[in-house]
């Protein structure tokens, strides 16, 4: 199971919105079939590791890090190929909470006589599945928030400066994280101000994850990098129902998809922007500011993960802070999440934490 799981996570960022499976197939302690969910979300891993397997599935325990799928979409319910192959044994690391299975699946192995066992390694596949999940049970994705600050938790100097407060094996790092999630967001300040291509560069990888920009009225730069992208690369535009119909029809010339959103004391829900993402297919989310967006996704209690990179440089109250306003008057309304990992990246430190 434990190479399933990690079978699955080459899957991630590239395969919404289906989840990032991984199966395994081993005959009399050999293994004989290998296979994890393709770009795109199809073919799906026990298909693919059928496939490997050939005939030597017959008799054999199929290790899945989810619960097949038991439907009929696009292709065949995994259940069935699985039935279909002859496999003796069904070892699951946990079960799909999505309605259009949600048990079925073991329910065909069972009925089909296979031996089925689940739970193994369950709380490392329902980590490696969240995205997946948490759309299926929260109607929304995963949401990972990063922040790079300077020791004082700025972004930038009181003029605006920004590049770079962290350093380049910091910055190649974000790179690969963006990798692992389907898209990559920002809101329009920050889209307006940097001009980021919100793209993967500088590691080898052909895939691109989707750009997300949250803008309420579409005042976005019509010749920067991410207009001049739109038609190679994803680009959603997050607005409001009350955006300028020309700059709509304007940004769809472009290439980019318009996600419409409900608007709340002036500014974007961000509940309704989330829902509206997991709509599109959206599970994993990666979020890069600015400091308003941080903030009302912060506010909203949609922030699953925070990933901070800090740099040993200190740069004062005049500079610009990592996350807009609370509004707080109590540390016990604060948010909080506990830490998970630290570690040294280059010059900089990376520490990741969970939400309670």
Not at 126 to 136: E, I, K, Q, S, Y
Not at 210 to 226: E, F, H, Q, T, Y
Not at 268 to 273: F, G
Request: hydrophobic share 40%.
């Amino acid at each position: 199971m434990a190479l399933a799981l990690s079978l699955g996570r080459r899957g991630k960022g590239r395969v919404w919105p289906n989840p990032a499976v991984g199966c395994v197939i081993v005959n009399e302690g050999r293994i004989v079939g290998r296979g994890w969910t393709q770009p795109g979300g199809r073919p799906h891993a026990e298909t693919e590791a059928l496939k490997q397997a050939g005939e030597s599935a017959k008799g054999a325990t199929a290790y899945v890090t989810l619960e097949p799928c038991a439907h009929h979409g696009q292709t065949p319910p995994c259940a069935q190929a699985l039935i279909d192959s002859g496999v003796a044994r069904v070892v699951v690391a946990t079960e799909d909470s999505d309605d259009r299975v949600d048990g079925r699946g073991l329910e065909m192995l069972r009925a089909a006589g296979i031996f089925v066992t689940s739970g193994v390694c369950e709380a490392e596949a329902r980590t490696d599945h969240v995205g997946f999940l948490t759309r299926v049970e929260q109607a929304r994705p995963m949401l990972t928030l990063k922040l790079a600050q300077s020791f004082d938790g700025r972004i930038a100097t009181g003029t605006g400066e920004s590049q770079w407060i962290t350093d380049a094996p910091a910055r190649r790092v974000v790179h690969a994280m963006r990798s692992r999630h389907d898209a990559v967001m920002v809101g329009g300040g920050t889209a307006r101000k940097d001009d980021p291509s919100l793209n993967v560069r500088d590691l080898g990888i052909a895939h691109q994850p989707a750009r997300i920009v949250v803008s309420r009225r579409l005042d976005l730069p019509l010749m920067g990098k991410l207009a001049r992208s739109a038609a190679e690369i994803p680009l959603i535009l997050c607005h409001g129902k009350d955006a300028d119909p020309a700059l709509i029809h304007t940004w769809r010339d472009l290439g980019a998809t318009l996600l419409p959103c409900d608007v709340r004391a002036a500014q974007l829900d961000p509940t309704d922007i989330m829902t509206q993402l997991g709509r599109h297919g959206f599970t994993r989310i990666f979020c890069e500011g600015g400091g308003a967006l941080a903030a009302s996704l912060l506010q909203a209690d949609l922030v699953d993960n925070l990933v901070g990179f800090t740099a040993g440089m200190v740069i004062g109250a005049e500079g610009t802070p990592g996350i807009g306003a609370l509004g707080l008057s109590r540390l016990a309304k604060a948010p909080r999440f506990i830490l998970q990992s630290t570690q040294a990246v280059g010059p900089d430190i990376l520490h990741i934490w969970a939400r309670t």
